[in-house]
């Protein structure tokens, strides 16, 4: 089972750590930074031993990343690791804005229903069951939004359980929510966010988040 370091240390852009197997193009590793596609959020991008990594997924507790082809790995080869830290920031506080948002629409919008989410480089969204135009709710969520992300409350992450890789946000006085995403140290980290609305059928609405540069 692969040591996950980013959780402990989610700001961390480059470790060194050691090839555990090989099977073609697809490598697993000792320890890593390099978060793969989980809960919506995006899997980083960046390089192992100076390859890039064209996917990574989970596997159990395990990760298995696609490198490009003609690489040259074996197990035990000693490797440095590194992700692109601008996307992986911007993944987090988009991951965040979302985290925050969607507890809000719970918050204020008794039976609503979350189906779906995504997080990405330029935007997060969030689908719902929800029966009128969800825009209306905005001006309160942007609200609320703001001055959480203004009083920059300390983020807590931590193991739930720890044997069986799960995880855990909380905010003092605003929420605890399972997650095993990579997470912030401060809700001001976030910055300005806005929100968008997209009517995606009958009966089902979609909230699109964008944060400040």
């Given at each position: 089972m692969?040591e996950?370091?980013?959780?402990?240390?989610?700001?961390l852009?480059?470790?060194?750590?050691?090839?555990?197997?090989?099977?073609?193009?697809?490598?697993?590793?000792?320890?890593?930074?390099?978060?793969?596609?989980?809960?919506?959020?995006?899997?980083d991008?960046?390089?192992?031993?100076?390859?890039?990594?064209?996917q990574?997924?989970?596997?159990?507790?395990?990760?298995?990343?696609?490198v490009?082809?003609?690489?040259?790995?074996?197990?035990?080869?000693?490797?440095?690791?590194?992700?692109?830290w601008?996307?992986?920031?911007?993944?987090m506080?988009?991951?965040f804005?979302?985290?925050?948002?969607?507890?809000?629409?719970?918050?204020?919008l008794?039976?609503?229903?979350?189906?779906g989410?995504?997080?990405?480089?330029?935007?997060?969204?969030?689908?719902?069951?929800w029966?009128?135009?969800?825009s209306?709710?905005?001006p309160?969520?942007?609200?609320?939004?703001r001055?959480?992300?203004?009083a920059n409350?300390d983020?807590?992450?931590?193991?739930?359980?720890?044997g069986?890789g799960?995880?855990?946000?909380?905010?003092?006085g605003?929420?605890?929510v399972?997650?095993?995403?990579?997470?912030?140290?401060?809700?001001?980290?976030?910055?300005?966010?806005?929100l968008?609305?997209?009517?995606?059928g009958?009966?089902?609405?979609?909230?699109e988040?964008?944060?400040?540069e």
């Open positions: 692969v996950k370091v980013f959780w402990a240390t989610p700001y852009t480059k470790l060194d750590t050691r090839i555990a197997s090989v099977n073609g193009n697809d490598i697993t590793v000792e320890r890593t930074i390099f978060y793969a596609f989980s809960g919506g959020q995006e899997s991008t960046g390089l192992i031993g100076g390859y890039s990594v064209h990574a997924k989970k596997d159990g507790h395990d990760i298995i990343y696609t490009e082809e003609g690489h040259d790995l074996k197990v035990g080869d000693q490797v440095t690791m590194a992700i692109d601008d996307r992986r920031y911007r993944l506080r988009l991951h804005a979302a985290e925050v948002v969607l507890e809000l629409a719970y918050k204020h008794k039976s609503i229903e979350k189906i989410a995504h997080i990405a480089q330029d935007k997060a969204r969030i689908d719902f069951v029966h009128e135009n969800i209306k709710s905005f309160l969520i942007e609200k609320e939004s001055e959480i992300i203004v409350l983020i807590i992450s931590d193991f739930s359980d720890e069986n799960r995880r855990y946000w909380e905010v003092k605003f929420s605890k399972s997650c095993g995403g990579t997470h912030l140290k401060k809700t001001g980290e976030v910055g300005e966010i806005k968008k609305r997209n009517n995606i009958r009966g089902k609405e979609r909230i988040i964008y944060v400040s």
